[in-house]
């Protein structure tokens, strides 16, 4: 059965602080996997990954895969109140329909 | 980019009535769309897949009769919540990709919360 699994599952951190997200996947057939961010209403989109070891950089995210051990990490520095938020990670599975299979998200909490 | 509108944000109904969400693809047009739903705290759990002119494919456990599905264009998938119930409360959110795009490019609505009292 194919699975996506987070962690932490919460994480309270103060301004400035670097946070590392995981997410380890065991799909079938795996062609990549996603990164979204929560707020309150839908998922925005991060990253996607699709080969081990490159990492994917946005301003202070940056992502990378490891298609070997099957996980992938999502870190944040320097972090702001503004990146509270649930991070999901997804991978597209089924075949051809393409659809996500999330995993359980990680609620990240940055205080002043 | 793409935006995909999703209506309504929010709805109140009584127990036994049906509530339609609409989800509309603005500028692009999606063959298929997906139906999410996610209780408080929890992640996304795919209910359906919306396939413009076909049926919806259901995944396990999903009631097709109580979640009824209907994707007529390839801009626009409802999902109608029949005979609803308090258990049925929850937020709801759809996405579609582009037909013929990556991965890349699933967008997300801004989701419905329903609540049934």
């Known amino acids: 059965e194919d699975k996506v699994v987070q962690s932490p599952l919460s994480l309270v951190v103060h301004e400035g602080d670097t946070v590392t997200l995981n997410c380890s996947y065991e799909?079938?057939?795996?062609?990549?996997l996603l990164w979204y961010k929560q707020e309150k209403k839908a998922p925005t989109f991060l990253f996607m990954l699709?080969?081990?070891?490159i990492e994917k950089k946005s301003g202070r995210l940056s992502s990378i895969l490891d298609k070997k051990e099957l996980f992938s990490i999502l870190n944040i520095t320097a972090t702001q109140t503004g990146d509270s938020a649930v991070y999901l990670c997804?991978?597209?599975?089924?075949?051809?329909?393409?659809?996500?299979?999330f995993g359980t998200g990680t609620l990240l909490a940055v205080q002043p | 980019g793409a935006v995909v509108s999703q209506h309504p944000s929010r709805v109140i109904c009584k127990s036994g009535t049906s509530v339609k969400i609409e989800c509309r693809s603005l500028?692009?047009?999606?063959?298929?769309m997906f139906w999410y739903r996610q209780f408080p705290k929890q992640s996304l759990m795919l209910m359906a897949t919306?396939?413009?002119?076909?049926?919806?494919?259901?995944e396990q456990g999903v009631e097709k009769d109580k979640f009824l599905i209907n994707h007529a264009s390839l801009t626009l998938s409802t999902l109608t919540v029949t005979s609803a119930h308090p258990e049925d409360s929850s937020f709801y959110i759809c996405?579609?990709?582009?037909?013929?795009?990556?991965?890349?490019?699933?967008?997300f609505g801004s989701g419905t919360r329903l609540t049934v009292v």
């Open positions: 799909v079938t057939n795996f062609r990549s």
């Open positions: 996405s579609a990709r582009p037909t013929g795009g990556s991965f890349y490019g699933y967008t």
């Open positions: 500028d692009f047009q999606a063959t298929t």
């Open positions: 919306s396939n413009e002119g076909s049926k919806a494919t259901y």
């Open positions: 699709t080969s081990s070891g």
């Open positions: 997804a991978a597209p599975y089924g075949g051809a329909t393409n659809k996500l299979i």
